[in-house]
Every structure is written in C-alpha cells, then in structure tokens.
C-alpha cells in the first residue's frame, strides 16, 4: 500500500493483487471436501466396473459370434445328425450350437423312450415329440440369450444413475461453498469460485461415466439382437432338419441374414 499525489489530492493505492496460478484437475479433486471425494471414489468405482464389464462382454460376443459361425458351417457340411451334435461339443460359447444339442439329446431321449415302448422303431416325432423339441430349442435359446445379456443391467444403471450421483456431489460441494462465505468478510465470485470448480468435477466425471456406459450398453445390446434373430431363424432350421433329419440347405441363407 503507497500514496501518491495527485495534483492537490493525495490518493491511497490499494497493493497490487497477483493472480493465484490456476489449480489442476489433481489438486481441486484433493481440495475438495470429504462428500465431493466420496462421490468422486464411487464414480470412479462405477467407471472400473463399466470397463471390466465393457471387455469382458465384448470377448464373450465376439466368441459367441465366431463360434456359431462355424457351427453354420458345420451343420450345412455334415452329412448326419450325428456329426453335427458331436462338432458342437467343441463350440460350447456359440449359442446356435447349444440350441441344437438341447433339440438333438431331446430328440435322442424320445427315440429311446420310444423303443423301449415299441422295440424296432426309428428315430420318430409322433406322439406330440416334435412339441417336445421346440420347447427344449425354446429354453436353451432363452439360455443363452440370458447368458449373454448377464452384467449389462450393470451398464444400463449406471448410465442412468451416475449423472445423479455427480450432480449430488456438486451441490453438495457449491452448499459448502457458500456456506463459507458466512465465515469469510468478502462476498466476492472469488471467494466461491475455487469450492465450485472443486464441486463441478463430480458432475463432468458423472457425466463421462454414464455416456461411456450408455454407448456400450447399446452397442451390446445391438449385437445382442442380432444373435438372437440368428438364433430364431437358426432355431426354425435345426428344427426341420431334426424332423427330416437332414439339414434343409435352401435355409442356409435365411440363417445367414440373421446374423447381419
């Protein structure tokens, strides 16, 4: 603080203010307050794992993918039902494979139920077995598709729920920030500006997490359609070839489309 004359007047100059040096992401999240921090560890659990969840789902499709292509291949290749059930004990992550062998051993089991009743008699779907079939197809593909949707409830709840969660943070964070003006003598933006930046971090890290989650729970959820068309396309065939006992190979392209 000086003083300086101005023609007859003098004048007291207030001190020169510096600047602070803006903080970084690292030192608001470590100043902030013990609720905004709490928020922002759950969050960042939340993120952990959406991303675990993210890589495993994104393995366990692709295999799934990958193997009931080449269970396609093999059904329309092989020459009996035979060989086909027996490939599929290879292909245990393709859905279309396990949806087969559920039809194949019931198949199986209502033959031999049928020859002990009347010894001689072949493979036969009589008798209401054909039901039998479809409903034992219908469970494994419900299965399967329940398999493959298991921890994306997961990803859909925290894109819906993480937005609140950093959006409690930060009003948490803007109350107590105010709250020390009450303990302050200035009422200045300066005073709350650094206790608000501290608190909007929650709500942009709520933000990310939940548009993270929400992109690869669609995308998944995308794929996860498609498999299931595959799989009630790919169901109507195995069905009939189990019926005829030999693969209808003019289906082969209607199983196809379900899966693009």
């Known amino acids: 603080m000086g003083l300086f ?14 600047p602070r040096p803006q903080e970084t992401i690292v030192q608001m999240v470590t100043g902030a307050g013990a609720v905004v921090q709490a928020v922002l560890l759950l969050l960042l659990g939340f993120s952990v794992v959406s991303w675990a969840i993210i890589l495993m789902k994104r393995r366990q499709i692709r295999r799934a993918e990958r193997e009931s292509d080449r269970f396609i291949d093999i059904f329309w290749d092989a020459k009996n039902l035979t060989a086909i059930n027996t490939a599929s004990l290879d292909l245990k992550e393709s859905p279309v494979a396990q ?30 077995g054909i039901e039998n079939v479809e409903r034992a ?3 494994a593909a419900t299965q399967e ?11 859909a709840t925290t894109a819906s729920a993480a937005p609140f969660v950093g959006l409690f943070g930060t009003v948490w964070g803007i109350m107590n920030a105010f709250r020390g003006l009450s303990v302050t003598q200035s009422s200045s933006i300066q005073a709350v500006a650094p206790g608000i930046s501290e608190a ?6 709520g933000l990310i997490v939940a548009i993270v989650a929400l992109i690869f729970y669609n995308y998944f959820q995308t794929r996860l359609d498609r ?11 195995i069905l009939e070839a189990l019926r005829l006992e030999r693969p209808a190979e003019p289906a082969r392209e209607r199983v196809a489309d379900g899966r693009r």
Do not use: C, N, W
């Open 137 to 139: 197809m219908k469970r």
């Open 145 to 155: 598709i329940t398999k493959l949707e298991r921890s994306l409830t997961f990803l």
């Open 99 to 128: 949806v087969f062998r559920a039809g194949y051993q019931e198949l199986v089991r209502l033959t031999r139920a049928k020859r002990q009743a009347a010894s001689g008699e072949d493979m036969s779907t009589d008798l209401g």
């Open 227 to 237: 498999i299931e068309a595959a799989l009630t396309i790919g169901s109507a065939r």
């Open 5 to 18: 004359t101005v023609g007859h007047m003098t004048v007291q100059a207030e001190p020169l203010t510096i």
């Open 200 to 205: 909007l971090i929650a709500t942009a890290l």
